[in-house]
């Protein structure tokens, strides 16, 4: 049995290491542990999964509030973690695009940021996430007080940003991004019903 | 008619992949010693691991392993994991359209007179990823002359099989199935145009498109389609899946040109698969290498419009 108290003990860390294993997964095809390898396109393959794995994080963050209304206030304690892991996931699909796909060829990534509307819209979502990470330390919330909450709304533009990022990479099949959409679709729509609920 | 049968024993069965891959050396070396097999460097065995002497060429399980064919399924590795119930004995090819000689043949009348050559090519998707491969095949100009097509074939048109039943991607119905794809017929009958049958001396796989695929070096790899069913001459311009789909994203000629960038990447340089997790991506080349060979046939089209 699940109690509250498990929960309080236990339950920061079980979601830590829940959050850790996509990335470690990924870790052990990179040093291509036993059976595991990242195929014949290691770059991509890197790419797609720290990109997934972090739109996945996002829309976690999202669900724990709705969620909360159900189960009772207990969970919401993880949500600055699992808000800081999808930063984590979406930083290190930047990096690895920035390090290991364009090797620092700024004058390329420029070019791409300007020209290439998906490439457009995914920067301006890590972007958007940035300043959330930054603040979500206990000291900053305490110094933006009521300010914080308003600054932090931005995950919902940060989302979409995501998700459209994704539906504009995609060449031809678009079940797969329209299934995040839907989701997202649900996220933000049950905070919108409550705000007129409780009008 | 000869009906030259395929040899019993093929050469992948005599000669391990990496003598294979470094065959130059091996000639370069006999030709400097002059004298004994025996002293070959690439014949001894001794050097196992080396993954690729010749670094050029990818190795089979990167050319088997990282396939484009929706017709399985969207991920690089469907087509491996599921071409497994993909049937191509027997198979047969529909000639068709403006050409004396049409019907329906066998996959061995339409190979059968003909000697398979190797062609090793650079070859260029349109993703911006690029492998080389050593395809077995013969140029399809060979092939199409047999037909006779007449003056009114002003296009070569291609289909792909179309057997939902042991293709699971064409259930789902992503692209508009049958595959088709479509050369003016002066690129049909270019003669780096190659009809392949095989890649590393063995039959080409279910997932690189068994039994009979085309292969045009400078246009990017949608063109080269896979497990040809039909091939008709034709007088007007044959509906092409990709950029019948999407004309702003894929043109009908979609030669290889780093000057002209897919709408939502560039496509100035490329990935070449199997360089690691390190390599930079290198300069893409225009016509993807072969502008010497087939420049010609484009002058005065304007490729920025008709890319």
């Known amino acids: ?199 | 008619m000869l009906i030259r049968q395929k040899p019993v024993i093929r050469s992948f069965q005599i000669t391990p992949e990496h003598n294979y891959l470094n065959r130059r050396d091996f000639i370069g070396s006999t030709a400097l010693a002059g004298t004994s097999l025996l002293f070959a460097p690439g014949c001894a065995g001794a050097d196992d691991k080396t993954p690729a002497a010749n670094p050029e060429v990818n190795s089979f399980e990167d050319i088997t392993r990282y396939n484009n064919f929706y017709e399985f399924g969207l991920d690089k590795e469907d087509p491996a994991k599921l071409s497994g119930a993909f049937n191509t004995s027997p198979w047969s090819v529909t000639i068709d359209g403006e050409a004396e000689i049409t019907g329906k043949f066998n996959f061995e009348d339409i190979i059968g007179p003909h000697a398979i050559e190797e062609r090793i090519y650079r070859f260029r998707c349109v993703e911006a990823w690029s492998m080389v491969v050593p395809w077995n095949g013969i140029s399809l100009s060979n092939v199409l002359q047999r037909f006779k097509p007449t003056s009114k074939a002003k296009f070569v048109a291609f289909e792909t099989v179309y057997r939902p039943a042991e293709m699971p991607g064409q259930r789902r119905g992503v692209l508009d199935f049958p595959y088709r794809e479509g050369l003016t017929i002066a690129e049909a009958m270019h003669p780096l145009t190659l009809l392949a049958t095989g890649l590393y001396g063995v039959d080409l796989p279910g997932q690189n498109g068994a039994p009979l695929r085309l292969i045009v070096p400078w246009k990017y790899g949608f063109k080269s389609i896979k497990s040809i069913v039909r091939i008709s001459f034709t007088e007007t311009r044959p509906y092409t899946t990709w950029s019948d789909a999407m004309p702003a994203e894929y043109g009908f000629y979609a030669n290889v040109n780093p000057e002209v960038d897919h709408p939502r990447w560039s496509q100035a340089r490329e990935r070449r698969i199997g360089s690691g997790l390190f390599a930079k991506k290198q300069p893409t080349l225009m016509f993807n290498g072969y502008g010497d060979e087939v420049a010609s046939l484009y002058t005065g089209l304007d490729l920025t419009r008709h890319f």
């Not at chain 1, 690895?96 to 020209?115: R, S, V």
Request: net charge positive; charged share 15%.
């Open chain 1, 1 to 199: 049995m699940i109690t509250p108290l498990i929960i309080k003990r236990f339950g920061k860390l079980a979601v830590f290491i829940a959050c850790c294993a996509p990335l470690l997964w990924l870790i052990l095809k990179i040093f291509a542990v036993g059976p595991l390898q990242l195929g014949p396109n290691p770059i991509e393959n890197i790419q797609d999964t720290l990109g997934i794995w972090g739109l996945r994080m996002l829309c976690a963050t999202l669900a724990l509030t709705p969620l909360t209304w159900v189960t009772g206030p207990s969970l919401i304690r993880f949500r600055r973690m699992l808000g800081l892991f999808a930063f984590t996931y979406c930083g290190l699909h930047f990096l690895n695009y920035l390090i290991l796909d364009q090797t620092f060829d700024f004058a390329a990534i420029i070019e791409d940021i300007l020209k290439r509307p998906f490439i457009t819209i995914g920067f301006l979502g890590l972007l958007t996430m940035t300043p959330l990470a930054i603040t979500s330390t206990n000291n900053w919330r305490r110094k933006l007080g009521r300010h914080w909450k308003h600054l932090h709304r931005l995950v919902y533009l940060t989302v979409i940003l995501a998700c459209w990022h994704f539906y504009w990479q995609v060449k031809k099949d678009l079940m797969e991004p329209l299934i995040y959409c839907l989701i997202i679709a649900v996220l933000l729509g049950l905070r919108i019903w409550r705000i007129y609920r409780h009008k």
